[in-house]
């Protein structure tokens, strides 16, 4: 919880380009050190550019932390799975807020 709490600050993240995304978000990635190791975070910036929510957490040694950008074929097979998913939580209530 840390982390996440750490790097959802948007001056400290990079805008990235990604498809599918709802009118106005944003992606906004952000790189991270937890006590497991280094670690990418990447977040939907709705389009009011206040809220932050987290699509993936992942470390930087696999298929998809090593390089969350559309060059990866990883990262564009999974992020319209994780849009699908998120935007199925919100529609249903079923998730949580973090306050930073």
């Known amino acids: ?3 996440l709490k750490r790097t959802a600050k948007i001056e400290l993240c990079e805008v990235i380009k990604g498809a599918g995304l709802p009118e106005g978000a944003k992606l906004i990635k952000a790189y991270a050190t937890a006590p497991s190791g ?3 975070v990447l977040y939907m910036m709705a389009s009011d550019n206040e809220t932050l929510m ?3 957490y992942r470390g930087k040694d696999d ?3 090593v390089n969350m950008s559309a060059k990866n074929p990883v990262f564009k ?3 319209p799975k994780r849009l699908d ?3 199925y939580d919100l529609e249903s209530g079923d998730y949580s807020e973090i306050h930073v």
């Open 77 to 79: 097979r999974d992020l």
């Open 85 to 87: 998913m998120l935007l």
């Open 63 to 65: 298929d998809l932390g």
């Open 54 to 56: 987290l699509l993936f």
């Open 38 to 40: 280094a670690k990418r």
């Open 1 to 3: 919880m840390r982390v």
